[in-house]
């Protein structure tokens, strides 16, 4: 039903999914989150709102991601994951402008 067979397919798209859907910029949830803040605060107080949340999540993310590569030793994709959106946070590539 709806594709669902345990499948490694199955749970990889549903994990790519849930990772997409986090409010963390430049991920769709994030964007998302932008421009619902957008609608009830000025520019600037929603980037630095969204931006905010960003870092919050951010931080366990990549904690997460380091204690998997210990455990694990050789997956590092989630804290890569992690690394790239805090450099750009950091570098801030705003592809948004209105």
Do not use: C
């Not at 849930?18 to 957008?38: C, K, M, N, V």
């Not at 804290?79 to 402008?97: G, H």
């Amino acid at each position: 039903m709806l594709g669902f067979d345990g499948s490694a397919f199955w749970g990889a798209s549903f994990a790519l999914a849930l990772t997409h859907s986090l409010p963390i910029e430049p991920l769709d949830g994030g964007l998302a989150l932008r421009y619902f803040l957008r609608g009830k605060y000025t520019y600037e107080k929603a980037e630095q709102i969204s931006r905010m949340i960003s870092t919050i999540l951010l931080v366990p993310l990549a904690i997460l991601g380091f204690s998997i590569l210990l455990r694990t030793r050789y997956n590092y994709s989630l804290l890569a994951l992690s690394i790239y959106l805090m450099l750009y946070l950091v570098m801030k590539w705003d592809y948004t402008q209105p």
